[in-house]
């Protein structure tokens, strides 16, 4: 059973979006617009079930991906691995970017498009934010286009072999800008508590179903819960059990705006005793009963 709502690539697959090929890939822009009055979009989160690269060549964004928000300005591209849970975007000024959406399950079944799968082994589908230099953003913005006017070329028989080498040339400068970027940021050393801190919210994104006891994570970390709610509020000034909390909070209410499950369904996949504790637990963190919020929000 999904957590929230899951969105796949062809459930995106309108006439709003500009480029579609094979049910795999979906690339939009708004280069050519004349006036981009802005985006915002802040309400159901949704999960996704598809590769997203963002390129911003102008303006600024801000996402909310698994609850960390992240800002790609000009010059960034952003990568939002599938399973990842969106609740905010915000496009601000007279922001430019395009957008590329592939479904990485298929991507085995693309014979030609191996390469994809050499990316995915080097990034292991983290989301991060990579800085390009200005000739290099270039290159991958005349890649784009370049894909965009692959798809299109209805006459093209080797179109398989054509993407390929486009991404393959897109891919490389991406490559290269991220070693540079991971030389840069080796140079900068981080605190101990530092590392604590992102450890612990990597575990927690990927146990909070099971596990919301700090105990279990400070275990993992080999440290007393003591000392890492001590890590945790210097760094975040918020305490474990508030990060364990947001992620419980976001996936149930994302599961309860969907209609698709009950509570009790719910309960159960996040692995309360009972639709009662669970209950309990939603009322505390957000002031109201799981119904109420649905009456809420859902109208």
Not at 116 to 132: A, D, G, N, P
Not at 145 to 153: A, C, E, R
Not at 186 to 191: D, T, V
Not at 221 to 241: D, E, M
């Amino acid at each position: 059973m999904g957590n929230i709502q899951e969105v796949t690539l062809a459930m995106i697959h309108d006439k709003a979006h500009k480029v579609i090929y094979n049910d795999f890939m979906l690339l939009d822009d708004n280069f050519d617009d004349e006036v981009f009055k802005g985006f915002s979009y802040t309400g159901k989160p949704i999960k996704i079930l598809f590769v997203m690269q963002m390129m911003c060549v102008r303006g600024t964004m801000r996402i909310r991906v698994n609850l960390k928000e992240m800002v790609v300005e000009a010059n960034d591209i952003l990568l939002v691995a599938p399973g990842s849970i969106i609740d905010m975007v915000v496009c601000e000024g007279d922001c430019r970017m395009a957008v590329m959406h592939i479904d990485n399950a298929k991507i085995a079944r693309q014979p030609t498009l191996k390469i994809m799968l050499q990316f995915r082994s080097v990034i292991k589908y983290e989301c991060f934010i990579t800085h390009f230099s200005q000739p290099a953003m270039e290159q991958m913005v005349n890649g784009y286009k370049l894909l965009s006017n692959i798809v299109n070329d209805n006459d093209l028989r080797y179109k398989d072999e054509a993407l390929e080498g486009c991404f393959q040339m897109m891919i490389s400068y991406w490559m290269s800008e991220i070693v540079k970027q991971d030389e840069k940021e080796a140079k900068i050393k981080i605190s101990r508590n530092e590392q604590i801190f992102k450890s612990f919210l990597k575990l927690v994104q990927k146990n909070y179903m099971t596990n919301r006891e700090v105990a279990f994570y400070a275990d993992k970390l080999c440290i007393t819960p003591k000392y890492l709610g001590v890590v945790v509020s210097q760094v975040s000034h918020r305490r474990p059990l508030d990060w364990i909390r947001d992620y419980v909070i976001l996936d149930a209410k994302a599961m309860l705006l969907s209609r698709e499950y009950s509570i009790q369904q719910i309960s159960q996949h996040l692995n309360f005793p009972n639709p009662s504790f669970f209950s309990k637990y939603f009322r505390e963190a957000v002031g109201y009963s799981p119904s109420k919020y649905l009456n809420n929000e859902g109208e």
